[in-house]
């Protein structure tokens, strides 16, 4: 078939991203899975007989808990990653500001998750 | 864009015209959104004090469990299930379901007496344990 597109939009080289709905799905994807996650969060939290030191510590390293809280840290804040970037892109104006507040919350994100599931992982490993 | 010696007000203006409550849902889905990073990282604070020494998550856990703190935790026991409960209507809009006004006001009320419910017994659940 012909190439529809005009020389000119070839030369700029500005056609598709080829990424087109990948956002909305993974935004899509990451809220399927945060649902059960969020409800066991909360619920189990709240059915801990106590917040102290020892019964925390006691929780997180128990492998089930472990490996619920390493997906929670992962998928929540890749979705909320994923929401703030789209707050940004809709509200603040000036290309230089938004890429940098996108820039920041992505490295926000990855650094807080990072240090989330390395200390689940010390509790359940190291004691 | 409106002209420099045009007065006229802007429909809808935002200071005189009532949001429906369709409306009020969808930025507080936003709104909640942004709390709901706050609370992760508040989550991320307490493990990581957890894995700390007992000193640094006696700290953390002061705070937490300070009358201030609580009535924080119950906000976001409120922004975390109204996101969930909203999300789950808008993944319904995503298939093409339920998008007449009459379907969303219905799903608006149950969204919100779901959250509201899911945090009330949420905070039972934690004051019997």
Redesign the interface.
């Known amino acids: 078939m012909r190439n529809l597109r005009t020389p000119l939009s070839e030369v700029k080289g500005l056609g598709s991203a080829k990424e087109g709905t990948g956002h909305f799905w993974s935004q899509?994807l990451t809220?399927?899975a945060?649902?059960p996650l969020?409800?066991w969060?909360?619920?189990s939290?709240?059915?801990?007989?106590g917040?102290?030191?020892l019964s925390?510590?006691e929780w997180?390293s128990s492998p089930f808990t472990s490996i619920m809280?390493v997906l929670f840290?992962a998928v929540?804040?890749y979705h909320?990653r994923l929401?703030?970037q789209s707050?940004i892109e809709d509200y603040v104006g000036g290309h230089g500001g938004r890429t940098l507040a996108v820039i920041g919350v992505t490295f926000a994100g990855a650094v807080?998750?990072v240090?989330?599931v390395?200390?689940?992982l010390?509790?359940a490993f190291a004691g | 864009m409106s002209r420099p010696h045009d007065t006229r007000p802007l429909s809808p203006h935002l200071m005189h015209y009532k949001f429906p409550l369709t409306a009020m849902l969808s930025i507080g889905h936003?709104a909640c959104?942004?709390v709901?990073?706050a609370a992760?990282?508040l989550?991320?604070i307490?493990?990581?004090s957890?894995?700390g020494t007992?000193e640094g998550?006696?700290f953390a856990?002061a705070l937490?469990?300070s009358w201030f703190g609580k009535l924080v935790l119950f906000g976001f026991?409120l922004t975390?299930?109204y996101h969930?409960c909203n999300?789950?209507r808008?993944?319904f809009w995503?298939v093409g379901r339920g998008l007449e006004v009459a379907m969303a006001m219905k799903s608006a009320y149950v969204c919100l007496a779901a959250a509201l419910a899911?945090s009330v017994i949420?905070?039972i659940?934690?004051a019997a344990?």
């Open positions: 899509r809220a399927i945060l649902v969020v409800l969060l909360c619920f939290v709240a059915a801990l007989p917040m102290d030191y925390v510590r997180l809280m840290i929540a804040f909320a929401g703030l707050i807080l998750a240090v989330g390395f200390s689940v010390r509790i | 936003r959104g942004i709901n990073s992760i990282v989550l991320v307490v493990v990581a957890a894995a007992p998550y006696g856990a937490v469990d026991t975390l299930y969930l999300g789950v808008h993944l995503d899911l949420t905070w659940v934690a344990a």
